[in-house]
């Protein structure tokens, strides 16, 4: 969820250089659930191959083994704010740690198919609280001058949760001697791939107990005095604190709750509005950016790449796709998202379309002819940066700006729900399309790619430099 920037309210004050630090330490604590998220959701790239061999699984029940953690993604989601409000931010981030802790142990020391696939469940339950709550938590917390950047920790930490996980795997299978199914510790390499998550989801567990609760729960529940001691941490003392009370009572008690109900008009079911969120979000989706990063190592073992070199490849593309989320963040506010959304999409059909020309050549002695193989890697890692400096922000950015007051929250959840769903369909149909056609499928995402041009040119209004409250 996008965060936007707002000018200091008069009681907000703004963060003094000594309460700037801890307040960059609290937002990045938070952020250790993005991290948990991007590292949770790209492990399993590292034990596709291994899960397939020990089990002897076919490619459908194979995708559906990877992509049941989306379904836990979609519940964790949808329920996160809720479980938040009730209880507070800190404990719903502890319930969270606890998640991620069980989902790693459990998905390294499985009895069988059908209880990995239970543990990635949980793991994505886990994911989709993390990926409300911290965004959520770390606007809650951070002083308005400062609210837009430090919102952007999330995304930072999601693509290096991604980045890491990759650099891990990829230095395990090398200490297992190139086979995920070699022995390390008393398992095969890919169990404890799996299993290594538990280092930062207790990190994140423990981080959890050196943050304060957020002042907007404790308002909500009463304890002015404990919300006043956490403003003067994160905004300075010299700050009417009985006007910032005040004035965050305010702000609650005006928001509108939008329901599902508000987002019904038209002649299709949903307002126009609602609809162009849920186009964003699964253009997003389908131009396939997670097969990137759930199926890299298995797609470059497919075309004769050595599973080392493959998983070396996973962990550059995670690089790039830093770089990329590090652009975005400089040009979003610069260039504005439309714009952004546009090059991103022209970047991603040239991309895709390249790996659709290389994977439609016949492989020579299990290999791509030599030519074809460099402009497959190539262009993978030109896709995964025109994806992450354009709609790997810009969608959220949109998400958190397009909708009417009175809409927003409600039509947010909508979208991201639509998102969830689009990621699994991705996910899942990957494996059996790639033994259908390789080529086809990377057709099939150019295509996806190509049509979000037009999309967004027709549908699309630039939010960039307006007020939440002028979008009508």
């Known amino acids: 969820m996008a ?19 801890h307040v960059i330490f609290i ?41 049941i953690a989306l379904i836990g993604c979609a519940i964790g989601a949808a329920t996160a704010g809720r479980i938040a409000d009730r209880i507070g931010r800190i404990r719903c981030m502890q319930i969270a740690a606890v998640l991620f802790t069980v989902s790693a142990v459990g998905s390294a020391l499985p009895f069988a198919l059908w ?3 239970m543990w990635r469940v949980i793991g994505g339950f886990a994911i989709g609280m993390a990926s409300v709550i911290g965004p959520a938590y770390i606007a809650e917390v951070s002083p308005p001058a400062y609210r837009g950047r430090l919102g952007s920790f999330q995304q930072a ?15 395990l299978l090398n200490a297992a001697g190139g086979d995920q199914r070699g022995e390390l510790m008393g398992l095969e390499a890919w169990q404890v791939m799996l299993g290594v998550m538990v280092v930062p989801a207790v990190l ?5 107990f050196a943050i304060p ?7 909500s529940v009463g304890k002015h005095e404990r919300a006043k001691e956490i403003l003067a941490e994160v905004e300075g003392k010299d700050v009417d604190f009985d006007a910032r009370v005040t004035e965050i009572e305010h702000a609650m008690h005006s928001e509108e709750k939008s329901s599902f109900k508000d987002l019904m008009g038209g002649s299709f079911f949903f307002k126009p509005i609602v609809w162009i969120g849920i186009g964003l979000s699964v253009f997003q989706q389908f131009v396939g950016i997670n097969v990137a990063f759930y199926y890299s190592s298995t797609l470059w073992q497919s075309v004769g790449v050595d599973p080392t070199d493959s ?14 989320t590090v652009i975005a963040m400089i040009f979003v506010d610069r260039v504005g998202r439309k714009p952004l959304a546009l090059i991103g999409s022209v970047g991603m059909v040239i991309g895709l379309a390249l790996e659709a020309w290389a994977f439609s050549f016949d492989l020579v002695d299990g290999k791509l002819p030599a030519t074809q193989g460099w402009v497959a890697l190539i262009a993978a890692h030109l896709f995964v940066l025109f994806f992450a400096l354009s709609w790997g922000v810009v969608v959220w950015v949109f998400l958190g700006e397009m909708f009417p007051n009175r809409l927003r929250a409600a039509a947010l959840g909508v979208a991201a729900s639509a998102q969830w769903i689009a990621n699994w369909a991705i996910t899942a149909s990957f494996p059996s399309l790639a033994d ?20 967004v040119l027709k549908f699309v209004k630039e939010t960039k430099g307006k007020a939440l409250e002028e979008m009508g």
């Open 157 to 171: 930490a999601i693509v290096i949760g991604i980045a890491v996980s990759q650099l891990v795997n990829w230095g």
């Open 311 to 324: 998983f070396f490849y996973s962990f550059t593309t995670s690089i790039i796709n830093i770089v990329g």
């Open 213 to 219: 609760e957020s002042p907007r729960f404790l308002i």
């Open 436 to 455: 259908w056609n390789l080529s086809g499928t990377y057709v099939i995402y150019t295509i996806f790619a190509a049509l979000s041009i037009p999309f």
């Open 204 to 208: 994140y567990g423990l981080l959890s």
């Open 115 to 117: 209880d990995l696939a």
């Open 27 to 67: 937002a990045a604590a938070a952020a250790m659930g993005g991290f948990l998220f991007g590292y949770d959701s790209s492990v399993i790239n590292g034990g596709v191959e291994a899960i397939r061999d020990r089990y002897d699984v076919g490619s459908a029940v194979l995708a559906q083994v990877v992509a």
């Open 3 to 21: 965060s936007t920037s707002q000018a200091p309210s008069p009681g907000a004050g703004t963060a003094h250089p000594d309460h700037l630090g």
